[in-house]
């Protein structure tokens, strides 16, 4: 008996077209979710791969002080030599050399390192321009310090 007035019930809200109204506003809702997940999803990836470019750049730029830090016959030799390490830490990695801006400051001390690399010029992916979420124009920058030997 509570059986049958369960399934009357059913079939009452089913013929006020109840149900078939709360299907379509499930898909909707189910739409929606799906598309904020998948932004959500693309983003975290896309920051991954930012992160890790960022980490490069700032190796490249500690490699280059390093490497600064040694005993070179002029200047041009030592920006040169550094020119070079910068970008064999960086070309393995992903980036690409064009745009890749190396600056050495020579101190008495110390030298310090700066990479410049335009963010077109990295592996970073391009997940998110078509939600108008872009990096274009942007670079990531980063500076090294090593003492003078």
């Not at 019930?9 to 997940?37: D, K, P, Q, Y």
């Not at 830090?69 to 070309?91: C, D, I, W």
Request: charged fraction near 10%; charge should be positive.
């Amino acid at each position: 008996m509570v059986q049958r007035n369960l399934s009357n019930s059913i079939l009452a809200l089913s013929a006020c077209g109840r149900t078939v109204r709360r299907r379509g506003a499930t898909v909707v809702e189910m739409l929606l979710a799906v598309f904020i997940l998948l932004i959500c999803t693309l983003a975290i990836v896309q920051w991954t791969f930012t992160a890790y470019a960022v980490q490069a750049v700032n190796s490249a730029a500690t490699e280059g002080a390093r490497t600064a830090a040694g005993v070179f016959p002029t200047p041009a030799a030592r920006s040169t030599r550094v020119q070079s390490t910068v970008l064999a830490v960086l070309t393995p990695l992903g980036f690409q050399t064009a745009g890749v801006a190396v600056n050495v400051v020579d101190s008495t001390t110390h030298f310090t390192v700066t990479v410049t690399v335009p963010v077109t010029s990295s592996p970073i992916p391009r997940l998110l321009n078509s939600f108008g979420l872009t990096l274009t124009g942007k670079s990531l920058r980063a500076s090294g310090v090593a003492w003078a030997s």
